[in-house]
């Protein structure tokens, strides 16, 4: 099952990240995951957040580029060789990954990765093949 | 000295016979071989031989850089085209190029106009100039070679570029003369110092700058940097190219060569002369031209007129520099730069404009640099950086076809451009001109 991510253009400026970060904050959004892709003039905030429209609306309500993507939430074992072990699966099968990042807490005894995937639909079907557990949109909010 | 002395310093009266002469030939050539100015003639209610003195160009119809253009390539040419003999082409508004074209006579008489401007920069007969203008389809190189030749000056047509180059150059054959753009001397300067030259130890004396509007304090500027006379030279392709007007050695306006190209101030709005003294647009009409004779030429450039005689005795009427346009043209590196040829590359890259800015800077190295604010929307954000880079690559990529001039592009958050009652402020010209 997929979940949402939330991307958000952001200017290389200062205080542009807590600015939003802020604005979510004020407003009992709570993120879950998070991370930032950079080039020198400008970067893309990913997050993954408990209310997810509401976030969207929010951020254009308050003039941010948002959009949201869809990715994959996958547990891994967490203990060395995990994610190794997963990403071997998907080397072997021709998933390809945009890119992927690491949840803030843990579920359960397990480390909790996001993944985009350049096809989702086709990295799903290789995850159940494998019985590799997903962590489905309403654990998400109720992390 | 004084290159056509019986013309540059003839008296206003024999001026304005010789000036009558031109004109009342050009009308009937222009109305008997161009179809497009015969109708423009027709529909201002002027037949050809009505046009008895230089006094009747009031009544003839003006024309636009969009008459250039929606004739292109040669709507307004009166010459065959057997008889063009050069072509030149600058970029258009959007869209067409502007062409030009040149009969065996008009290159002679580009030759003359800029033998007059190099003598009027208080160039001699043994001179040696260094040609630093772009060579090519840009009029500068090519107008600065053919008025040397016929001066008999020694020519070293360096081009534009390679300024370390240009410097050897300088040193090793003592060109007393350089031509170039006014940013590229200032430029030129820095890399001399860089480079352990002091340029106040070069050999130029004389500098001829034009092909971009820049100001007293910026040759103040050039002058102590180099220590040398930095003259202002006034020309636009669609007349002739460089050689429209002159600086001489008093720099107190700009000699324009009138007994060919008879100027006229106007106001914009209303087409009505001005007095001498008041801003207003220059109008040009090409008296003597062969190949694409224009008759009141609207260059949209605002400068002023006095017509008293100068101190170095030519009696031509002389424009002060450039004061600013009526449209919002801006020149980078002696390239004209519309907004609307960046609108039109957006809206090919994006099916509708979004919000852009122009910001023109001449930072730390005094060459101009262009950055074109781009504002990220919705529907071409992504969250991959690579698509976003990549849409910045191609929108850099084609401004840099459609202008020459290189350009850095950077994507910004919605709404960050000043908006100015509604309409985002298209140019931020942050240059000392």
């Known amino acids: 099952m997929k979940i949402t991510q939330i991307s958000v253009f952001l200017e290389n400026r200062k205080g542009r990240l807590h600015e939003v970060c802020s604005l979510l904050g004020d407003n009992g959004i709570n993120i879950r995951a998070l991370t930032v892709a950079e080039t020198e003039s400008f970067g893309v905030l990913r997050i993954v957040v408990d209310k997810s429209d509401e976030a969207v609306a929010l951020l254009r309500e308050n003039g941010f580029v948002a959009n949201f993507t869809d990715v994959v939430a996958i547990e891994v074992g967490d203990r ?64 | 000295m004084i290159w056509k002395e019986d013309v540059e310093c003839a008296d206003r009266a024999a001026l304005q016979v010789l000036q009558s002469d031109h004109l009342k030939k050009l009308i009937p050539y222009i109305y008997h071989n161009c179809p497009v100015y015969k109708q ?12 008895q003195s230089i006094d009747d160009i009031k009544r003839l119809p ?102 370390a180059r240009q410097l050897k150059i300088m040193q090793d054959f003592k060109p007393r003369i350089i031509g170039c753009t006014p940013s590229y001397a200032l430029y030129m300067a820095e890399e001399a110092k860089e480079l352990g030259i002091d ?77 001498p003294g008041e801003d207003g647009e220059l109008v040009i009409t090409t008296l003597t031209k062969q190949g694409i004779p224009l008759i009141r030429y609207r260059t949209r450039d605002i400068v002023s007129i006095t017509y008293e005689t100068c101190r170095c005795g030519r009696t031509s009427p002389r424009i002060s520099k450039i004061k600013g346009r009526t449209d919002d043209m801006i020149v980078v590196r002696g390239i004209n730069v519309f907004p609307s040829q960046i609108e039109h590359v957006l809206v090919g890259i994006e099916g509708t404009q979004p919000h852009y800015q122009i910001v023109v800077d001449r930072a730390a190295h005094k060459l101009d ?65």
């Open chain 1, 80 to 143: 060395p060789g995990g994610l190794a072990a997963v990403l071997k699966i998907f080397a072997t099968n021709d998933v390809n990954i945009e890119y992927m990042y690491a949840f803030v807490e843990k579920h359960s005894d397990k480390a909790l990765l996001v993944f985009r995937f350049e096809d989702a639909d086709f990295a799903q079907q290789v995850l159940a093949r494998h019985s590799i557990s997903v962590v489905t949109r309403k654990e998400i909010e109720g992390l």
């Open chain 2, 40 to 51: 423009k003639l027709e529909d201002a209610g002027v037949s050809p031989d009505s046009v």
């Open chain 2, 62 to 163: 003006f024309t636009t850089k969009e008459d250039m253009r929606d004739h292109y390539p040669y709507g307004l040419f009166s010459a065959p085209q057997e008889q063009i003999n050069e072509i030149h082409v600058s970029s258009g508004t959007t869209g067409n190029p502007t062409l030009v074209g040149y009969t065996r006579d008009d290159l002679a008489l580009w030759s003359d106009v800029m033998a007059r401007v190099l003598c009027c920069a208080g160039a001699e007969p043994d001179d040696t100039i260094q040609i630093a203008y772009g060579y090519g389809l840009f009029t500068g190189g090519l107008g600065f070679h053919y008025g040397a030749l016929e001066m008999g000056l020694r020519i070293i047509p360096t081009s534009s570029g390679q300024t």
């Open chain 2, 199 to 275: 340029p106040r130890e070069g050999n130029w004396r004389i500098g001829i700058f034009g092909a971009e509007p820049w100001s007293d304090s910026i040759r103040q500027e050039i002058e102590d940097a180099w220590n040398m006379l930095a003259t202002d030279v006034y020309g636009l392709s669609e007349i002739i190219g460089p050689g429209v007007a002159q600086e001489c050695q008093y720099k107190d306006g700009l000699h324009i060569f009138s007994d060919v190209f008879f100027p006229e101030i106007i106001n914009p709005e209303t087409g009505e002369e001005v007095a």
């Open chain 2, 369 to 433: 640099q262009v950055e074109v604010l781009v504002e990220v929307e919705e529907r071409f954000f992504s969250d991959e950086i690579k698509h976003l880079t990549e849409l910045r690559d191609t929108i850099k990529k084609e401004i840099q076809a459609v202008l020459s001039v290189g350009v850095k592009v950077t994507l910004v958050e919605p709404k960050t451009i000043e908006r100015s009652m509604g309409k985002s402020k298209r140019i931020v010209d942050k240059r000392t001109l």
